[in-house]
């Protein structure tokens, strides 16, 4: 089974501009989860889609959005990005329920100058 | 409100030596907990899981794990380390209608 894609890996933007991230779960899997990472902050959840529905959604301004579509495949969006943006954002996928272990995506390493 | 607290940010040990990776937890309900496992530039992958059961649970590339209640605890163990060990781990908790957090990390670093 081909693991989580996810797409571009790396990306350089400037402040101000938007970025779309793109995510490819596992076969089967409906649960599409994102997260941010870096280095002061850890790994901190953005939201969770679940049949096309947020089922989830951590702490972070609305600057940062996410969908899903019917093939459950996943996309995240930032806005007006900032440098403080910059991080390593990885998604997971899941069969859904809270004992379905996440599995990730190799992330995408968002740089923001 | 539930948390994951990883008691130790950097751990260096020997090869061949042992090691525990200690992880403590809270939450007012029944839990699910796990432990990843992240190498450079990659994502995590998964090493053990504990759902329910058997408070020993034992994972990929030879390393356990034991759920205590009482203690709120679920520590990561291996019985001798290999360079190929160094990375990061984290030890993350799952609930009814909640997201999988995580704890901050804690470095293994493994030297000859």
């Known amino acids: 089974k081909a693991g989580v894609t996810q797409t571009p890996r790396y990306l350089i933007k400037t402040r101000g501009q938007q970025v779309t991230l793109s995510c490819s779960p596992i076969s089967g899997h409906r649960s599409v989860s994102w997260y941010q990472q870096t280095p002061g902050q850890g790994l901190q959840f953005l939201f969770e889609y679940f049949s096309e529905t947020q089922r989830n959604k951590g702490n972070f301004p609305g600057r940062f959005s996410g969908r899903q579509f019917s093939n459950s495949r996943s996309e995240m969006n930032v806005s007006t990005l900032e440098l403080g943006d910059s991080a390593l954002y990885l998604c997971?996928?899941?069969?859904?329920?809270?004992?379905?272990?996440?599995?990730f995506g190799n992330g995408t390493r968002l740089t923001v100058t | 409100a539930q948390s994951v607290t990883q008691l130790d940010s950097q751990v260096p040990v020997f090869e061949e030596a042992p090691v525990e990776l200690r992880c403590n937890y809270s939450s007012s309900v029944s839990v699910y907990l796990f432990w990843y496992v992240q190498y450079p530039n990659q994502g995590l992958q998964l090493l053990l899981k504990?759902?329910?059961?058997?408070?020993l649970v034992k994972g990929i590339n030879g390393f356990e794990a034991e759920f205590n209640k009482s203690q709120t605890s679920f520590h990561l163990r291996k019985p001798s380390v290999h360079i190929s060990d160094t990375a990061e781990y984290f030890c993350a908790l799952n609930q009814a209608g909640t997201a999988l957090i995580f704890g901050k990390g804690t470095t293994l670093s493994v030297s000859s």
């Open positions: 997971a996928s899941s069969l859904g329920g809270e004992s379905s272990p996440l599995h």
């Open positions: 504990y759902l329910s059961g058997s408070t």
